[in-house]
């Protein structure tokens, strides 16, 4: 292999490595949401906001899950926040 495939082989594999850990890493968020705020944390933050704060967490999720979707998607568009256009 010669040095511009090693190159491109390793930013693809950076990216594509980016956007699965970033996809395990909103599950594991989202599926933890459920969890009461304890210690230090009910101290600081008001349960009416941080339940706001939740539910725009679990919109965000969704409308990132209905963006991957897409099937113009791909990990360079996720990546770099490009909106998907196609129809």
Known sequence: MTTAELLLLGIVTFILIDFAAGR???????????????????????????????????????????????HCNNAFSHHFGLVCLAG
């Not at 395990?24 to 599926?31: A, G, K, P, Q, R």
């Not at 944390?41 to 706001?52: G, L, Q, S, T, V």
């Open 24 to 70: 395990v890493i909103d599950f594991l968020n989202e599926s933890n949401k459920d969890v009461a705020l304890t210690g230090v944390a009910a101290e600081i933050y008001n349960p009416d906001e941080y339940a706001k704060s939740l539910e725009y967490g679990t919109a965000k999720y969704k409308v990132e899950i209905d963006h991957c979707n897409c």
